[in-house]
């Protein structure tokens, strides 16, 4: 049988590329966005592909849309939370509402449909299935320039870990962090949001040039990255997290040696603060 994969932000980079995997692999894909008119695929047809409207930020796009995707293919396998962006530039350049709008899309956003996602998975019959939430390696830790893009990201790690323990294992859903490192998609193109007005302190940091320069020229292919995310949603025992690209794994496995190094330095402070029996 087909799977039914339901797809968030598909009009450009990893969703786009992913829901082309997904047709070419024989399973069904739902794909959405905010202009679903302007989706296209190949091999596409009625009994493969379902384009619809959702703004991940709107809890009626959501419902909407899942029901939708139900009744026209009778279930969901598979939900990939990728609809998202970047917001970079020095923290003090960040306007508030910059800050907030991030929050609302890359968390916000991607709790509402993991609820619903939830909620369907677990109703359905047999019930089940695979929800992937596509983070990235500045979830992991922290990168300058990115401070509420890393904030967003750490908070959707948190909160996948954090529910993966409350499901039932009768429900058979489960949860994937997705942690990309650099690909060369829009995200650091016209699909990044720098600060308007520049802080005078931060002279040495221009972020939009530094983006600028990086687009392009990142190791990551997108289509080898969407192939990877199709593979890891396919296993019968998916990881709760695992990153893509050459140079996401060398930072987490740093990241791994760092916090190592570190909490073995201060362990005698750390378990020096239990009552005395």
Known sequence: MPRIF?????????????????LDRGDVAIATARKPDQLKFKGT?????????????????IEAAFQKAVETF????????????GLSGPFEELSEEQARTQMEVNFWGLISCTRKSMEVMREQKPSGGLIQQVTS???????????IYCASK????????????ETKPEWGIKF???????????WAGRSMAFPVKKH???????????????????AGEPIKGAKAMYELAILKDPPLRVVIGTDAYAAVMKKVDDYKENYKKYEKISNSTDVDE
């Open 45 to 61: 047809s009625e009994k493969n592909y379902l384009a619809l409207k959702l703004d991940v930020t709107k809890q009626e796009d």
């Open 74 to 85: 009778g279930r969901v396998d598979v939900v990939v939370n990728n609809a998202g962006y």
């Open 200 to 218: 005078p302190a931060y002279d040495h940091l221009d972020a939009k040039q530094m983006m600028g320069k990086r687009h392009g020229t990142q």
């Open 6 to 22: 339901f797809i968030t932000g598909t009009s450009t980079g990893f969703g786009s590329h992913l829901v082309q995997e997904v």
């Open 176 to 186: 994937t962090c997705i942690e990309p490192g650099g690909f060369r998609t829009d």
């Open 137 to 147: 390696i500045g979830g992991q830790r922290g990168v300058p320039l990115f401070s």
């Open 154 to 165: 750490w908070a959707v790690e948190g909160f996948t870990e954090s529910i993966s323990h």
